[in-house]
Protein backbone atom coordinates (compact mmCIF):
# COMPACT_ATOMS: atom_id res chain seq x y z
CA UNK A 1 0.00 0.00 0.00
CA UNK A 2 1.37 3.49 -0.70
CA UNK A 3 2.32 6.13 1.41
CA UNK A 4 -1.21 7.99 2.27
CA UNK A 5 -0.98 11.53 1.20
CA UNK A 6 -4.17 13.00 3.30
CA UNK A 7 -3.87 14.34 6.73
CA UNK A 8 -6.79 15.06 8.80
CA UNK A 9 -7.15 18.74 10.10
CA UNK A 10 -6.91 19.06 13.51
CA UNK A 11 -8.19 22.53 13.77
CA UNK A 12 -11.95 21.22 12.28
CA UNK A 13 -14.84 21.40 14.18
CA UNK A 14 -15.06 17.30 13.24
CA UNK A 15 -13.20 15.05 15.91
CA UNK A 16 -10.25 13.55 14.57
CA UNK A 17 -11.29 9.98 14.61
CA UNK A 18 -14.42 11.33 12.48
CA UNK A 19 -12.30 12.55 9.91
CA UNK A 20 -10.37 9.48 9.45
CA UNK A 21 -13.18 7.17 9.90
CA UNK A 22 -15.24 8.92 6.58
CA UNK A 23 -11.59 9.28 4.92
CA UNK A 24 -10.31 5.23 5.00
CA UNK A 25 -14.63 4.65 4.66
CA UNK A 26 -14.83 6.97 1.20
CA UNK A 27 -11.72 4.95 0.31
CA UNK A 28 -13.10 1.62 0.55
CA UNK A 29 -16.53 2.47 -0.71
CA UNK A 30 -15.43 4.47 -3.61
CA UNK A 31 -13.11 0.65 -4.69
CA UNK A 32 -9.57 2.35 -4.63
CA UNK A 33 -9.10 0.35 -1.38
CA UNK A 34 -10.27 -3.32 -2.71
CA UNK A 35 -11.19 -6.62 -1.08
CA UNK A 36 -8.31 -8.87 0.13
CA UNK A 37 -6.05 -5.50 0.36
CA UNK A 38 -4.04 -5.75 3.80
CA UNK A 39 -4.76 -2.05 5.80
CA UNK A 40 -1.26 -0.76 7.49
CA UNK A 41 -0.87 -1.63 11.07
CA UNK A 42 -2.07 0.36 13.99
CA UNK A 43 0.81 1.71 14.53
CA UNK A 44 1.80 3.12 11.36
CA UNK A 45 -1.99 4.62 10.83
CA UNK A 46 -0.78 7.00 14.02
CA UNK A 47 2.12 7.56 12.79
CA UNK A 48 0.90 8.76 8.89
CA UNK A 49 -2.19 10.60 10.23
CA UNK A 50 -0.29 12.11 13.12
CA UNK A 51 -2.34 11.00 15.96
CA UNK A 52 -2.73 8.63 19.01
CA UNK A 53 -3.13 5.06 18.39
CA UNK A 54 -6.48 4.93 20.32
CA UNK A 55 -7.33 7.03 17.66
CA UNK A 56 -7.07 4.48 14.96
CA UNK A 57 -8.84 2.10 17.30
CA UNK A 58 -11.61 3.59 17.82
CA UNK A 59 -11.56 4.16 13.70
CA UNK A 60 -11.16 0.69 12.70
CA UNK A 61 -13.80 -0.65 15.27
CA UNK A 62 -16.53 1.61 13.91
CA UNK A 63 -15.22 0.39 9.99
CA UNK A 64 -15.37 -3.30 11.35
CA UNK A 65 -18.62 -3.01 12.91
CA UNK A 66 -19.99 -1.54 9.40
CA UNK A 67 -18.41 -4.08 7.92
CA UNK A 68 -16.16 -2.92 6.05
CA UNK A 69 -13.04 -4.28 7.28
CA UNK A 70 -12.18 -7.32 9.16
CA UNK A 71 -9.12 -8.35 11.43
CA UNK A 72 -7.57 -11.93 11.94
CA UNK A 73 -4.70 -13.41 13.86
CA UNK A 74 -1.94 -13.74 12.28
CA UNK A 75 -3.14 -11.95 9.01
CA UNK A 76 -3.88 -8.13 9.84
CA UNK A 77 -6.75 -6.52 8.60
CA UNK A 78 -8.29 -6.66 5.74
CA UNK A 79 -10.56 -5.11 3.40
CA UNK A 80 -14.17 -7.29 2.14
CA UNK A 81 -15.06 -5.95 -1.19
CA UNK A 82 -14.38 -5.55 -4.75
CA UNK A 83 -13.56 -7.26 -8.00
CA UNK A 84 -10.27 -5.28 -9.19
CA UNK A 85 -7.77 -6.80 -7.44
CA UNK A 86 -8.54 -10.35 -8.93
CA UNK A 87 -7.20 -9.13 -12.01
CA UNK A 88 -4.69 -6.60 -10.08
CA UNK A 89 -2.70 -9.99 -8.32
CA UNK A 90 -2.21 -11.74 -11.53
CA UNK A 91 1.36 -12.56 -12.70
CA UNK A 92 2.51 -10.53 -15.86
CA UNK A 93 1.55 -12.16 -19.20
CA UNK A 94 4.84 -13.51 -20.06
CA UNK A 95 6.42 -10.07 -19.94
CA UNK A 96 9.87 -10.51 -21.09
CA UNK A 97 8.10 -12.19 -24.71
CA UNK A 98 6.16 -8.67 -25.07
CA UNK A 99 9.20 -6.82 -24.58
CA UNK A 100 10.68 -8.90 -27.46
CA UNK A 101 11.51 -7.22 -30.55
CA UNK A 102 8.24 -8.80 -33.26
CA UNK A 103 5.82 -9.36 -30.56
CA UNK A 104 3.49 -6.60 -31.44
CA UNK A 105 1.62 -7.64 -34.26
CA UNK A 106 1.94 -5.02 -37.48
CA UNK A 107 -1.17 -2.59 -38.37
CA UNK A 108 -3.08 -3.71 -41.09
CA UNK A 109 -2.21 -2.90 -44.42
CA UNK A 110 -4.77 -0.10 -44.85
CA UNK A 111 -4.02 1.74 -41.70
CA UNK A 112 -0.72 1.33 -42.49
CA UNK A 113 -1.82 3.52 -45.75
CA UNK A 114 -3.38 5.75 -43.66
CA UNK A 115 -0.61 6.54 -41.53
CA UNK A 116 1.39 7.26 -44.41
CA UNK A 117 -0.79 9.45 -46.63
CA UNK A 118 -1.52 11.57 -43.14
CA UNK A 119 2.05 12.72 -44.09
CA UNK A 120 1.38 14.26 -47.13
CA UNK A 121 0.36 17.72 -46.72
CA UNK A 122 -1.41 18.22 -49.65
CA UNK A 123 -3.92 15.42 -48.71
CA UNK A 124 -7.35 16.30 -47.60
CA UNK A 125 -7.95 14.20 -44.47
CA UNK A 126 -11.82 13.57 -44.13
CA UNK A 127 -11.34 10.93 -41.62
CA UNK A 128 -8.26 11.67 -38.96
CA UNK A 129 -9.32 12.16 -35.51
CA UNK A 130 -8.07 14.67 -33.65
CA UNK A 131 -7.74 18.75 -33.66
CA UNK A 132 -6.95 21.12 -36.59
CA UNK A 133 -3.94 22.71 -36.13
CA UNK A 134 -5.83 26.04 -37.16
CA UNK A 135 -8.20 25.22 -33.64
CA UNK A 136 -5.13 24.35 -31.33
CA UNK A 137 -3.95 27.15 -28.47
CA UNK A 138 -0.70 27.97 -30.09
CA UNK A 139 -0.10 31.20 -29.02
CA UNK A 140 -1.67 30.53 -25.81
CA UNK A 141 0.83 27.80 -24.86
CA UNK A 142 3.75 30.10 -25.88
CA UNK A 143 2.90 32.72 -23.55
CA UNK A 144 2.34 29.74 -21.14
CA UNK A 145 5.52 28.51 -21.62
CA UNK A 146 7.51 32.45 -22.09
CA UNK A 147 5.68 33.40 -18.64
CA UNK A 148 5.74 30.21 -16.08
CA UNK A 149 7.92 27.63 -17.10
CA UNK A 150 10.46 29.60 -13.71
CA UNK A 151 8.22 28.25 -11.26
CA UNK A 152 8.49 24.54 -9.83
CA UNK A 153 9.91 23.12 -13.36
CA UNK A 154 11.68 19.75 -13.00
CA UNK A 155 13.46 18.61 -15.58
CA UNK A 156 14.32 15.44 -13.70
CA UNK A 157 12.18 12.00 -13.63
CA UNK A 158 8.68 12.41 -11.65
CA UNK A 159 7.51 10.09 -8.77
CA UNK A 160 6.03 6.87 -10.45
CA UNK A 161 2.44 7.76 -10.39
CA UNK A 162 3.29 11.37 -12.33
CA UNK A 163 3.56 14.44 -10.76
CA UNK A 164 1.68 15.02 -7.52
CA UNK A 165 0.46 18.36 -8.56
CA UNK A 166 -1.01 17.45 -11.66
CA UNK A 167 -2.66 14.32 -9.83
CA UNK A 168 -4.03 16.57 -7.21
CA UNK A 169 -5.52 18.94 -9.71
CA UNK A 170 -7.16 16.33 -12.08
CA UNK A 171 -8.56 14.83 -8.13
CA UNK A 172 -10.41 18.64 -8.19
CA UNK A 173 -10.94 18.48 -11.86
CA UNK A 174 -12.62 14.86 -11.90
CA UNK A 175 -15.29 15.71 -8.81
CA UNK A 176 -17.22 18.74 -11.03
CA UNK A 177 -17.88 15.12 -13.60
CA UNK A 178 -19.24 13.63 -10.20
CA UNK A 179 -15.70 11.20 -9.69
CA UNK A 180 -14.26 11.16 -6.62
CA UNK A 181 -10.46 10.22 -6.67
CA UNK A 182 -7.57 10.87 -4.75
CA UNK A 183 -4.18 11.31 -6.50
CA UNK A 184 -3.32 8.15 -4.51
CA UNK A 185 -5.89 6.48 -6.81
CA UNK A 186 -4.63 8.16 -10.23
CA UNK A 187 -2.14 7.48 -12.94
CA UNK A 188 -0.61 9.82 -14.95
CA UNK A 189 0.05 8.11 -18.77
CA UNK A 190 1.41 9.33 -21.73
CA UNK A 191 -2.30 9.17 -23.55
CA UNK A 192 -5.04 6.73 -23.64
CA UNK A 193 -3.30 4.67 -25.88
CA UNK A 194 -0.63 3.55 -23.44
CA UNK A 195 -3.55 3.46 -20.84
CA UNK A 196 -4.65 0.77 -22.79
CA UNK A 197 -0.95 -0.54 -23.39
CA UNK A 198 -0.26 -0.65 -19.43
CA UNK A 199 -4.05 -2.60 -18.66
CA UNK A 200 -3.29 -5.38 -21.44
CA UNK A 201 0.10 -6.27 -20.41
CA UNK A 202 -0.62 -5.59 -16.87
CA UNK A 203 -3.56 -6.86 -15.56
CA UNK A 204 -4.56 -9.40 -17.80
CA UNK A 205 -3.66 -13.00 -18.72
CA UNK A 206 -2.70 -14.14 -22.46
CA UNK A 207 -5.62 -15.47 -24.39
CA UNK A 208 -8.15 -13.13 -21.75
CA UNK A 209 -11.56 -12.20 -24.33
CA UNK A 210 -12.26 -8.37 -24.11
CA UNK A 211 -15.75 -7.44 -24.78
CA UNK A 212 -16.33 -4.04 -26.35
CA UNK A 213 -18.72 -2.08 -28.88
CA UNK A 214 -18.88 -3.16 -32.23
CA UNK A 215 -17.36 -0.98 -34.41
CA UNK A 216 -14.91 -0.12 -32.03
CA UNK A 217 -11.56 1.70 -32.18
CA UNK A 218 -9.85 -0.58 -30.58
CA UNK A 219 -10.22 -3.15 -33.84
CA UNK A 220 -8.35 -0.42 -35.03
CA UNK A 221 -4.89 -0.84 -32.71
CA UNK A 222 -3.12 -3.99 -32.01
CA UNK A 223 -3.23 -3.63 -28.27
CA UNK A 224 -4.79 -6.08 -26.81
CA UNK A 225 -4.08 -8.18 -29.34
CA UNK A 226 -0.28 -8.44 -29.49
CA UNK A 227 -0.60 -9.01 -25.92
CA UNK A 228 -2.76 -12.37 -26.36
CA UNK A 229 -6.04 -10.77 -25.91
CA UNK A 230 -8.94 -11.91 -27.87
CA UNK A 231 -11.65 -9.32 -28.63
CA UNK A 232 -15.41 -9.77 -28.94
CA UNK A 233 -17.96 -7.40 -29.90
CA UNK A 234 -21.74 -6.50 -29.00
CA UNK A 235 -23.50 -4.57 -30.74
CA UNK A 236 -25.02 -0.86 -30.59
CA UNK A 237 -27.83 0.61 -30.68
CA UNK A 238 -28.78 4.34 -30.44
CA UNK A 239 -28.09 4.39 -26.57
CA UNK A 240 -25.07 2.87 -26.66
CA UNK A 241 -23.97 -0.87 -25.96
CA UNK A 242 -26.93 -3.19 -25.71
CA UNK A 243 -26.60 -4.83 -22.30
CA UNK A 244 -28.58 -7.38 -22.40
CA UNK A 245 -26.85 -10.59 -23.37
CA UNK A 246 -23.86 -9.35 -21.38
CA UNK A 247 -24.27 -11.50 -18.52
CA UNK A 248 -24.92 -14.71 -20.87
CA UNK A 249 -21.94 -14.26 -23.42
CA UNK A 250 -19.79 -13.38 -20.33
CA UNK A 251 -20.29 -16.61 -18.90
CA UNK A 252 -20.32 -18.31 -22.25
CA UNK A 253 -16.49 -17.02 -23.33
CA UNK A 254 -14.99 -16.06 -19.62
CA UNK A 255 -14.56 -12.62 -20.75
CA UNK A 256 -11.87 -10.59 -18.50
CA UNK A 257 -13.50 -7.06 -18.88
CA UNK A 258 -15.47 -4.85 -21.09
CA UNK A 259 -14.09 -1.71 -22.62
CA UNK A 260 -16.68 1.17 -23.76
CA UNK A 261 -16.63 4.79 -24.70
CA UNK A 262 -19.85 5.74 -23.84
CA UNK A 263 -19.48 9.66 -24.69
CA UNK A 264 -19.19 10.39 -28.63
CA UNK A 265 -18.12 7.11 -29.45
CA UNK A 266 -15.16 6.26 -31.81
CA UNK A 267 -16.29 5.59 -34.53
CA UNK A 268 -20.03 6.50 -34.44
CA UNK A 269 -20.28 9.20 -32.36
CA UNK A 270 -23.08 7.78 -30.28
CA UNK A 271 -24.13 8.92 -26.64
CA UNK A 272 -24.75 6.42 -23.68
CA UNK A 273 -27.52 7.46 -22.29
CA UNK A 274 -27.80 7.95 -19.13
CA UNK A 275 -29.99 4.98 -18.31
CA UNK A 276 -28.04 2.44 -21.00
CA UNK A 277 -24.85 3.49 -18.16
CA UNK A 278 -27.19 2.77 -15.24
CA UNK A 279 -27.93 -0.74 -16.96
CA UNK A 280 -24.41 -1.66 -17.72
CA UNK A 281 -22.81 -0.97 -14.59
CA UNK A 282 -25.62 -3.10 -12.78
CA UNK A 283 -24.90 -6.21 -15.17
CA UNK A 284 -21.04 -5.72 -14.95
CA UNK A 285 -21.72 -5.35 -11.10
CA UNK A 286 -23.66 -9.00 -10.90
CA UNK A 287 -21.53 -10.38 -13.03
CA UNK A 288 -18.54 -9.58 -11.73
CA UNK A 289 -17.27 -7.67 -14.89
CA UNK A 290 -14.70 -4.69 -15.02
CA UNK A 291 -14.78 -1.96 -17.09
CA UNK A 292 -12.50 0.00 -18.95
CA UNK A 293 -14.04 3.78 -19.21
CA UNK A 294 -12.50 5.63 -22.68
CA UNK A 295 -13.54 9.18 -21.62
CA UNK A 296 -11.37 11.44 -23.59
CA UNK A 297 -13.91 12.74 -26.33
CA UNK A 298 -16.38 13.01 -22.98
CA UNK A 299 -14.81 17.46 -22.96
CA UNK A 300 -16.41 17.66 -26.59
CA UNK A 301 -19.90 18.38 -25.73
CA UNK A 302 -22.40 20.86 -28.22
CA UNK A 303 -25.18 22.33 -26.25
CA UNK A 304 -25.65 20.06 -23.02
CA UNK A 305 -22.67 17.57 -21.12
CA UNK A 306 -23.06 14.18 -21.68
CA UNK A 307 -24.55 12.03 -18.37
CA UNK A 308 -22.30 11.46 -16.02
CA UNK A 309 -19.28 8.90 -16.03
CA UNK A 310 -19.71 5.51 -15.39
CA UNK A 311 -17.21 6.25 -13.22
CA UNK A 312 -18.97 8.69 -11.12
CA UNK A 313 -21.61 5.80 -10.29
CA UNK A 314 -19.31 3.27 -9.36
CA UNK A 315 -19.29 2.49 -5.64
CA UNK A 316 -17.63 -0.53 -5.97
CA UNK A 317 -14.13 0.01 -7.75
CA UNK A 318 -15.40 -2.01 -10.91
CA UNK A 319 -14.47 0.76 -13.28
CA UNK A 320 -10.94 1.90 -14.87
CA UNK A 321 -11.27 5.36 -16.11
CA UNK A 322 -9.46 7.33 -18.92
CA UNK A 323 -9.10 10.64 -19.26
CA UNK A 324 -6.78 12.73 -21.54
CA UNK A 325 -6.16 15.82 -23.14
CA UNK A 326 -5.02 14.57 -26.68
CA UNK A 327 -8.47 15.28 -27.98
CA UNK A 328 -8.84 18.17 -26.34
CA UNK A 329 -6.08 20.46 -25.60
CA UNK A 330 -2.88 19.03 -27.30
CA UNK A 331 -2.32 15.58 -28.80
CA UNK A 332 1.25 16.36 -29.19
CA UNK A 333 1.91 16.71 -25.08
CA UNK A 334 0.85 12.89 -24.73
CA UNK A 335 -0.44 13.87 -20.95
CA UNK A 336 -3.54 11.48 -19.95
CA UNK A 337 -4.59 9.70 -17.01
CA UNK A 338 -6.10 6.40 -15.37
CA UNK A 339 -8.42 6.47 -12.61
CA UNK A 340 -8.89 3.23 -10.83
CA UNK A 341 -8.34 1.14 -7.27
CA UNK A 342 -4.80 1.57 -5.79
CA UNK A 343 -3.90 -1.85 -6.44
CA UNK A 344 -4.32 -1.30 -9.79
CA UNK A 345 -2.67 1.87 -10.02
CA UNK A 346 0.23 0.93 -8.25
CA UNK A 347 0.65 -2.10 -10.45
CA UNK A 348 0.49 -0.09 -13.66
CA UNK A 349 3.01 2.73 -12.14
CA UNK A 350 5.22 -0.44 -11.49
CA UNK A 351 4.96 -1.13 -15.21
CA UNK A 352 4.76 2.24 -16.72
CA UNK A 353 8.36 2.87 -14.95
CA UNK A 354 10.13 -0.53 -16.09
CA UNK A 355 8.54 0.89 -19.82
CA UNK A 356 9.73 4.67 -19.94
CA UNK A 357 9.79 5.54 -16.51
CA UNK A 358 7.35 7.87 -16.67
CA UNK A 359 5.69 10.71 -18.86
CA UNK A 360 7.51 14.18 -19.50
CA UNK A 361 7.86 16.04 -17.08
CA UNK A 362 7.24 19.52 -18.67
CA UNK A 363 4.00 18.46 -20.50
CA UNK A 364 2.74 17.31 -16.87
CA UNK A 365 3.76 20.88 -15.57
CA UNK A 366 2.08 22.28 -18.86
CA UNK A 367 -0.95 20.60 -18.13
CA UNK A 368 -1.23 21.09 -14.76
CA UNK A 369 -0.79 24.95 -15.31
CA UNK A 370 -4.01 24.52 -17.96
CA UNK A 371 -5.96 22.94 -16.05
CA UNK A 372 -5.13 24.55 -12.13
CA UNK A 373 -5.59 27.96 -13.87
CA UNK A 374 -8.75 27.50 -15.29
CA UNK A 375 -7.19 28.04 -18.59
CA UNK A 376 -8.61 24.40 -20.13
CA UNK A 377 -12.50 24.72 -19.65
CA UNK A 378 -12.04 28.19 -21.19
CA UNK A 379 -10.33 26.67 -24.21
CA UNK A 380 -12.67 23.89 -24.10
CA UNK A 381 -15.79 26.57 -24.34
CA UNK A 382 -13.84 27.69 -27.52
CA UNK A 383 -13.51 24.92 -29.17
CA UNK A 384 -17.09 23.37 -28.67
CA UNK A 385 -18.68 26.40 -30.68
CA UNK A 386 -15.68 25.87 -33.22
CA UNK A 387 -16.27 22.04 -33.70
CA UNK A 388 -20.41 22.59 -33.39
CA UNK A 389 -19.84 25.05 -36.27
CA UNK A 390 -17.85 22.48 -38.11
CA UNK A 391 -20.52 19.75 -37.81
CA UNK A 392 -23.10 21.82 -38.76
CA UNK A 393 -21.13 23.03 -41.99
CA UNK A 394 -20.53 19.24 -42.61
CA UNK A 395 -23.99 18.34 -41.95
CA UNK A 396 -25.29 21.18 -44.86
CA UNK A 397 -23.17 19.19 -47.13
CA UNK A 398 -24.31 15.93 -46.86
CA UNK A 399 -27.61 17.10 -46.80
CA UNK A 400 -26.97 18.49 -50.00
CA UNK A 401 -24.21 16.25 -51.86
CA UNK A 402 -25.13 12.54 -49.78
CA UNK A 403 -29.03 12.48 -49.34
CA UNK A 404 -29.65 10.06 -52.07
CA UNK A 405 -26.10 7.74 -51.23
CA UNK A 406 -26.37 7.82 -47.95
CA UNK A 407 -27.31 8.10 -44.16
CA UNK A 408 -26.11 9.09 -40.85
CA UNK A 409 -27.41 10.30 -37.28
CA UNK A 410 -26.05 13.60 -36.44
CA UNK A 411 -23.60 13.59 -33.53
CA UNK A 412 -23.86 15.91 -30.13
CA UNK A 413 -20.12 16.32 -29.60
CA UNK A 414 -16.91 14.25 -30.75
CA UNK A 415 -15.32 14.39 -34.06
CA UNK A 416 -17.00 11.60 -35.61
CA UNK A 417 -20.27 11.36 -38.06
CA UNK A 418 -20.76 7.67 -39.34
CA UNK A 419 -21.73 7.47 -42.67
CA UNK A 420 -23.85 4.74 -43.80
CA UNK A 421 -23.61 4.28 -47.81
CA UNK A 422 -26.53 2.79 -49.71
CA UNK A 423 -25.30 2.24 -52.90
CA UNK A 424 -23.54 -1.42 -52.31
CA UNK A 425 -20.11 -0.19 -53.45
CA UNK A 426 -16.83 -1.39 -52.10
CA UNK A 427 -15.86 0.97 -49.22
CA UNK A 428 -12.15 -0.37 -50.04
CA UNK A 429 -12.55 0.28 -53.68
CA UNK A 430 -13.54 3.85 -52.79
CA UNK A 431 -10.62 4.78 -50.04
CA UNK A 432 -8.40 3.66 -53.11
CA UNK A 433 -10.08 5.77 -55.40
CA UNK A 434 -10.09 8.37 -53.17
CA UNK A 435 -6.77 8.60 -52.38
CA UNK A 436 -5.73 8.67 -55.81
CA UNK A 437 -8.14 12.00 -55.64
CA UNK A 438 -6.08 13.30 -53.07
CA UNK A 439 -8.47 12.92 -50.40
CA UNK A 440 -8.18 10.02 -47.18
CA UNK A 441 -10.77 7.82 -45.92
CA UNK A 442 -11.28 6.25 -43.05
CA UNK A 443 -13.21 2.62 -44.02
CA UNK A 444 -15.91 1.10 -41.93
CA UNK A 445 -13.26 -2.35 -42.08
CA UNK A 446 -10.91 -0.29 -39.78
CA UNK A 447 -13.24 -0.50 -37.16
CA UNK A 448 -15.03 -3.94 -37.70
CA UNK A 449 -13.27 -5.91 -40.46
CA UNK A 450 -16.79 -7.74 -41.53
CA UNK A 451 -17.95 -3.75 -42.18
CA UNK A 452 -17.86 -2.79 -46.14
CA UNK A 453 -20.79 0.29 -45.63
CA UNK A 454 -19.61 2.62 -43.62
CA UNK A 455 -17.02 5.41 -43.85
CA UNK A 456 -16.09 7.18 -40.51
CA UNK A 457 -15.82 10.97 -41.38
CA UNK A 458 -14.33 13.78 -39.30
CA UNK A 459 -15.12 17.33 -39.18
CA UNK A 460 -12.39 18.13 -36.61
CA UNK A 461 -9.28 18.15 -38.91
CA UNK A 462 -9.90 19.42 -42.48
CA UNK A 463 -10.43 22.87 -42.95
CA UNK A 464 -13.70 24.11 -43.88
CA UNK A 465 -12.53 24.40 -47.50
CA UNK A 466 -10.92 21.18 -47.66
CA UNK A 467 -14.53 19.20 -45.94
CA UNK A 468 -16.44 21.10 -48.73
CA UNK A 469 -13.76 20.50 -51.75
CA UNK A 470 -13.45 17.05 -50.54
CA UNK A 471 -16.95 15.79 -49.35
CA UNK A 472 -18.41 17.07 -53.40
CA UNK A 473 -15.50 15.15 -54.74
CA UNK A 474 -16.39 12.53 -52.46
CA UNK A 475 -20.32 12.06 -53.49
CA UNK A 476 -19.37 12.08 -57.32
CA UNK A 477 -17.05 9.22 -57.07
CA UNK A 478 -20.01 7.03 -55.23
CA UNK A 479 -22.68 8.19 -57.95
CA UNK A 480 -20.46 7.74 -60.40
CA UNK A 481 -20.02 4.01 -59.07
CA UNK A 482 -16.48 4.92 -59.09
Known sequence: MSTIEWKPQ??????????????????????????????????????????????????????????????????????????????????????????RSGIHEPNI???????????????????????????????????????DMENNLSLGYEEPKGNIDLRKTISHYLKKKGIEASPASILIVSGGLQALQLISIGLLKRESVIFHETPSYLNSVHVFQSAGMKLFGIALDKDGIEHESIGSLKRQHNA?????????????????????????????????????????????????????????????????????VSKSLSPG????????????????????????????????????KWIKSGLYEDYLTQVRVELKNRRDFTINILNTNFSDIATWRIPSGGFYIWLELQTGISTRKLFEAALQEGILLNPGSVYDKSDQDHLRLSYSYATLEELEKGLKRLSKLIKQGI
Open 10 to 99: KSSPLPLHLQIYNYLKMKILNGEWTIGMKIPSQRILAKQFEVNRSTIVTVLEELAADGLIESKVGSGTRVVNNTWSLLASTPPPDWISYV
Open 109 to 147: NIIQKINEAEANPNIIRLGTGELSPELLPNKQMAKLLQT
Open 256 to 324: ALLYTIPSFHNPTGILMSDRRRNQLLEVCKKEALPIIEDDVYGELWFDNPPPKPLKANDKQGNVLYIGS
Open 333 to 368: LRIGWIVGPEPVINRLADIKMQTDYGSSSISQFVVN
